[in-house]
């Protein structure tokens, strides 16, 4: 088990035990049991979720979202998110351990310590109202670039 305490949280992550993890001063070194490609693959998987888990207590993470459509609208009730995209009912989002959401204007920020938490609450976020190829409209990452398709050609008939 793993635990880092930072300014923005504390996390906590069980570790394989093929894998040894050592504290020495102000640096963690990672080092496999026994070398195998299992354990190498494990090492390096480690080695990258300690890292994001250090660098979320230290820096958080955050994902940005961008709502567009006629009447496409995102609010804060409390700590929960509410979205209001096109449904017959408002959509309600609640907060997860360590989340923080922030709505301004069309834009919905989702921040906190854990990395794979905000994909993963950004990422539900999303496939709410995914942007769908004719007009754009729906939730997207910001700078996210959708593929268009065109219309319908309409054909106009000549004078009867």
Same mark, same amino acid.
């Given at each position: ?10 996390? #906590? ?15 963690? @070194?990672?080092?496999? #049991?026994?070398?195998? @490609? ?9 080695? $990258?979720? +300690? ?14 979202? #961008? ?6 609208? $995102? ?8 979205? #209001? ?6 959509? *309600? ?13 069309? +834009? ?28 754009? *409209?729906? +939730? ?8 268009? *398709?065109?219309? *319908? ?8």
């Amino acid at each position: 088990m793993v635990a880092v305490k930072g300014p923005k949280g504390e996390l #906590q992550r069980e570790v394989l035990p093929e894998i040894k993890v050592e504290i020495e001063g102000k640096e963690i @070194k990672i080092s496999p #049991q026994k070398e195998t @490609k299992k354990t190498g693959a494990f090492w390096g998987l480690t080695r $990258a979720l +300690i890292f994001n888990m250090v660098k979320g207590v230290k820096d958080g993470f955050e994902k940005k979202l #961008q709502i567009e459509g006629v009447g496409y609208k $995102a609010n804060l009730e409390g700590e929960n998110l509410v979205l #209001q995209v096109g449904f017959s009912h408002p959509v *309600k989002i609640d907060k997860d351990g360590g989340i923080k959401f922030t709505v301004e204007k069309n +834009i919905i920020t989702i921040s906190g310590p854990d990395k794979e938490l905000v994909g993963q609450v950004s990422a539900k976020i999303r496939k709410i109202r995914p942007p769908e190829p004719y007009k754009g *409209k729906g +939730i997207r990452y910001l700078g996210e670039v959708v593929a268009r *398709k065109a219309g *319908k050609k309409v054909i106009a008939s000549g004078g009867a």
